[in-house]
Nanobody
């Protein structure tokens, strides 16, 4: 089982990044894929998720209207499009798969599978 994130980097405030999470080794249609982030000195928080089976999404209030999650069924990939980035979005971003469903706003305890994360830095 693997979840592999990519796409992080340094971006200026107001800029955009698209993160990818490629999943393998398990049956995606039974899971929700969640995006979490953890900033230095802060707890991990779930910022958004997509239920693979029906494509429904949910977002943390602070990212609604700026972040969009989508999926590519053929390539078992979930994307996190981040626009209008702010310095407070700086964090390591992780994807996690949860058989129970979405974990927006949670710390992701009990997540079935985790990726290793990708660093997003928003700074001028």
């Amino acid at each position: 089982v693997q979840l592999v994130e990519s796409g992080g980097g340094l971006v200026q405030p107001g800029g955009s990044l698209r993160l990818s999470c490629v999943a393998s080794g398990f049956t995606l249609r039974y899971y929700a894929i969640n995006w979490f982030r953890q900033a230095p000195g802060k707890e991990r928080e779930g910022v958004g998720c997509i239920v693979w089976r029906d494509g429904s999404t949910d977002y943390l209030d602070s990212v609604k209207g700026r972040f969009t999650i989508s999926k590519d069924n053929a390539n078992n990939t979930v994307y996190l499009q981040m626009n209008s980035l702010k310095p407070e979005d700086t964090a390591i971003y992780y994807c996690g798969a949860d058989f129970r469903g979405c974990g927006v706003g949670t710390q992701g305890r009990g997540m079935n599978y985790w990726g290793r994360g990708t660093l997003v830095t928003v700074s001028s």
